[in-house]
């Protein structure tokens, strides 16, 4: 038995081949590498060597052979998505840190016996996961059932044994192996990585791959050049025109989709996990230094042990926001259920819609997004006579060689003009396009021309130029201005004309001579149709774009013009290779269209962005978008990208309505607006209650508030608070970027928090007028009441004045946000009144506290007017003038509201960032 050349395995008699096991020598020797590697190879190898390698013929596989390598390889299918149970989803949400933090506090509160504030907590851990798991799990199965991308089948030369005919066979792409030959038509899906045997006009449009708005010419070639990839199709692209015979080289796993598809993996944290984490941080701290201080203070000034351990861990309670994650899931849950139900728009990762409102630089990809993948005819550069002819030419060759589609610019002319330019002739011949020689020719007859027929003929500048009579300077003339229009980003063609005499034998090629040029044709990308719309609307809302495309730069630049982009100085990849990682940041910056990006490119650029302190998003389509979506801080992807572009996106636009995402970004912004209304709100409170606390704990011969007391306090305040997640934000806040700052809270806490502890003081000496046994063991029940009621007046106060929404409601029926302070404070007022209040170690007060407990609550309101009002003022005087053309700043102030944006016009202070200043 003959043995393999390259291993020595035993040949069987009938292989046409003298290397028989591709697999062996794929994985051992190495001459074939898997999937990319073969296309980026230095030194490709020719035709022969790869179907040896590939241990396969042009007559293709035997069925046998096929099933074996089906085994060996598996199937041509990328590795399934797996679809998240909710109740994995459920556990995952125990990871979050405010969660995390909650869950913690309420063990701790079980270990002390404090069951009801155990109880409590984990109740609201147990929401605030359902919540989140729910609204995540409902967002997958909306957009699981998006179209797929790949074909269904492939036509398939397959033979029944080793001495049989090849038969074309319809087979489904998930059988197809390396070594399967395979044919091409015009519509067809390419299946797999394919390198060409043989082609007649064939091109292929692979936008989703590469970015290249226009069909790629697509030829066999017997010795590639390293790099060069005229010779191959990628599985993920689809044929324009043409057709072609080629031999699969690599499937499932081991293509460039499957390469492209598994890159950038791994995510870094976005904004909101930086937000969250930086919060629950700061949070962490002050709840684990607050219970010890506690204890040892009692312990030094009152002599008190262990029986003081449930009010340390009541005050560290007290100082937790208990509500925080249902605050925060609902707020996003509720901005996600509406932007799904009014503008179809699917968020699949809650903490992305944060991210939306907080993207101060969104990076686009050209093509599919800004454009659509087909070419209309440039009125202003186009001759009108030469396209009449170019029309007549492209309805006349689609009409008498009877080709099955038009190619995209043939569609673009046939859109351009009417049965008027073509029904005036007779079709008589045609010579279709063809890549080698890049013409199309239709030959027509006129009306009333007897014995002559008109050739009309169009292609590329070159070599219609070439075959028309004129001279050399007129020649370069035209070159000239075709180059000056092609530098401005428009595709041409040219177009001639020729009067022939009539004849009965064939037209060829050879009769394309002697023209007579009639003009150009200019061709530029369709624009989106609600492209300009969503540059307008994104671009008020303070939100810079860029434009990253693997198309020409100058066509970059050209649709960049269109829209009313201001395309500066084209960055392409070859510009970005040479560029290291410390440099790059600087000119992304600046830099507004890069052309000709790989996809680790555009990866690259939104690192590099994120790096210079953005909070950046990626709206993509294709494949090639795959590593700079998650890259980014949010990825957005349209409806029709593709189905792995749509699983690695965070957001959805389920309507092909490009401005959806300025709806996004609204409801991210109003979402975000209401969080941080929330902890301004929650924290100053807590802070200042904690301080009030610790203080009365030092000077009071009993706990300043009992632990029953906290909790009942602390419930009813965090119910009222569930109100903001239906607040309507001022307009000043959506008007830019927003983002949770963690330091901007700490100076919230600081500050309207010291302020909040100076009102309870006062409260302290307000209940020593009215009430002198109240600072005594025997009458603390009265201390108790006076305490418990300025807190939720106090509470409510901060609710109405520190919530962003305090504008837009001035002057119209009451929202939930004051029907919930209102009744807090109706709480705080009745409860000692009411048989409940002796439950609670309450008393009913006196009428002079009330009237006394009145004047401290309204210079406390008064303080925080002024104190907000001057933190924006601040805030505003500290905004440098590069903030006003489009970059994201934020100056601190003590106070602020966690937004990151620009102008302070919210209640309780806005929190803007400029470059160079301090940060918020």
């Given amino acids: ?209 590469t970015g290249e708005s226009a069909p790629v010419v697509k030829r066999p070639v017997e010795a590639p050049r390293g790099g060069d990839t005229v010779h191959l199709c990628f599985q993920g692209s689809s044929v324009a025109s043409g057709s072609g015979t080629a031999v699969v080289v690599a499937t499932g796993s081991d293509t460039r989709f499957a390469a492209v598809r598994g890159t950038g993996h791994r995510r870094a944290a976005s904004a909101f996990d930086r937000s969250v984490h930086g919060i629950s941080w700061m949070l962490i701290r002050f709840v684990l230094i607050t219970p010890p201080l506690v204890l040892m203070a009692n312990a030094a000034l009152r002599g008190r042990g262990l029986e003081t351990l449930p009010f340390a861990v009541a005050v560290a309670v007290g100082l937790t926001p208990e509500m925080l994650p249902v605050v925060v899931t609902t707020c996003l849950a509720r901005g996600a259920s509406l932007l799904a139900r009014s503008h179809g728009v699917i968020v699949r990762r809650l903490p992305a819609l944060h991210d939306l409102g907080a993207v101060d630089v969104l990076c686009v990809d050209k093509t599919g997004t800004l454009t659509r993948d087909e070419p209309v005819v440039d009125a202003g550069r186009t001759d009108p006579d030469a396209l009449h002819w170019a029309g007549a030419c492209a309805w006349w060759t689609l009409q008498t060689a009877e080709l099955a589609d038009p190619d995209p610019l043939d569609e673009a002319l046939l859109a351009a003009t009417g049965p008027e330019d073509w029904e005036a002739y007779d079709g008589v011949d045609a010579l279709p396009f063809d890549p080698v020689r890049r013409l199309a020719t239709a030959v027509v007859r006129e009306p009333g021309a007897l014995g002559t027929l008109t050739l009309a003929v169009k292609g590329a500048v070159p070599e219609v130029l070439e075959r028309c009579a004129m001279s050399e300077e007129e020649r370069a003339g035209l070159l000239k201005r075709a180059a000056d229009l092609a530098a401005d980003g428009v595709r041409l063609l040219a177009v001639a004309t020729a009067r022939r005499a009539a004849r009965t034998r064939a037209w060829t090629p050879v009769d394309e001579r002697g023209l007579t040029f009639c003009g150009f044709v200019a061709f530029r990308d369709a624009l989106a149709d609600t492209a300009p719309d969503a540059v307008r609307a994104l671009t008020g809302q303070g939100v810079t774009l860029k434009v990253l495309t693997g198309d020409h730069p100058a066509t970059a630049a050209r649709a960049c013009r269109d829209l009313g982009i201001d395309p500066g100085d084209v960055v392409t990849g070859e510009q970005l290779a040479g560029l290291g990682d410390e440099d790059l940041p600087r000119l992304a910056d600046r830099t507004t269209v890069f052309a000709r990006c790989t996809p680790a490119d555009k990866a690259r650029v939104v690192s590099a962005l994120r790096a210079r302190g953005h909070t950046t998003g990626f709206l993509g389509d294709g494949v090639n978008d795959l590593p700079a979506l998650r890259a980014a801080d949010v990825g957005v992807c349209p409806r029709d990208g593709v189905d792995v572009a749509r699983r690695s996106a965070d957001v959805v636009l389920a309507e092909k309505d490009l401005t959806a995402i300025g709806h996004a970004v609204d409801a991210g912004r109003r979402s975000s607006a209401n969080i941080a209304s929330y902890l301004r709100i929650t924290f100053s409170s ?83 007028v009215c009430l002198p046994g109240a600072f005594g063991p025997e009458d603390q029940a009265g201390f108790h009441a006076g305490w418990f009621t300025e807190n939720l007046l106090t509470q409510a106060l901060v609710m109405l004045l520190l919530r962003t929404g305090r504008r837009t409601a001035e002057g119209r029926t009451p929202g939930p946000v004051r029907w919930a302070a209102t009744g807090l404070a109706v709480i705080g007022l009745a409860v000692p009144l009411t048989p409940l209040g002796p439950l609670l170690g309450l008393t009913s007060l006196p009428a002079l506290y009330y009237l006394l407990l009145a004047a401290v609550l309204a210079l406390y309101a008064a303080a925080l007017l002024v104190l907000g009002r001057r933190a924006r003022g601040s805030a505003v005087g500290q905004v440098r003038a590069d903030v006003l053309i489009g970059r994201t700043c934020a100056v601190g102030h003590a106070g602020g509201q966690g937004l990151r944006g620009r102008g302070g016009g919210c209640g309780g202070g806005g929190v803007v960032r400029a470059e160079g200043d301090a940060e918020a």
């Avoid at 632990?707 to 806040?733: E, I, K």
């Fill in 686 to 768: 807590n802070l200042g209650n904690v301080i009030a606390m610790l203080v009365a704990g030092l000077l009071l011969p009993f706990l300043p508030m009992l632990p029953a007391q906290v909790l009942v306090q602390n419930l009813c305040f965090d119910a009222a608070q569930l109100a903001l997640a239906h607040d309507r934000p001022d307009p000043a806040a959506l008007r830019r970027p927003t983002l949770l700052r963690p330091r901007a809270f700490l100076r919230t806490l600081t500050g309207f928090g010291g302020l909040g502890a100076l009102a309870d003081l006062a409260t302290f000496g307000v209940i020593a």
């Fill in 1 to 209: 038995m003959p043995r393999c050349a390259a291993c020595a395995g035993p040949v069987p008699e009938d292989a046409e081949v003298a290397t028989h096991h591709p697999a062996r020598h794929a994985a051992e020797r190495s001459e074939l590498p898997a999937g990319p590697a073969l296309f980026s190879a230095p030194g490709d190898l020719t035709v022969l060597q790869t179907l040896r390698a590939l241990g396969t013929s042009p007559r293709g596989l035997t069925g046998d052979e096929a099933e074996n390598r089906l085994v060996r390889y598996g199937p041509n299918a990328l590795p399934a998505a797996r679809r998240v149970s909710w109740a994995r989803r459920f556990r995952q949400g125990l990871r979050d840190p405010f969660t995390a933090v909650l869950f913690c506090l309420g063990l701790v509160s079980a270990l002390v016996a404090a069951w009801g504030t155990a109880c409590v907590i984990l109740a609201l851990v147990s929401v605030s996961c359902a919540l989140r798991a729910h609204g995540e799990y409902r967002a997958d199965r909306a957009g699981h059932g998006l179209r797929e991308l790949v074909a269904g089948t492939a036509s398939v030369r397959r033979r029944d044994g080793a001495g049989a005919d090849p038969q074309v066979r319809e087979i489904p792409v998930d059988d197809l192996v390396p070594g399967d030959v395979v044919r091409l038509a015009p519509g067809d899906l390419v299946p797999a990585d394919l390198r060409l045997l043989r082609a007649h006009g064939l091109t292929v449009q692979q936008a989703a791959l």
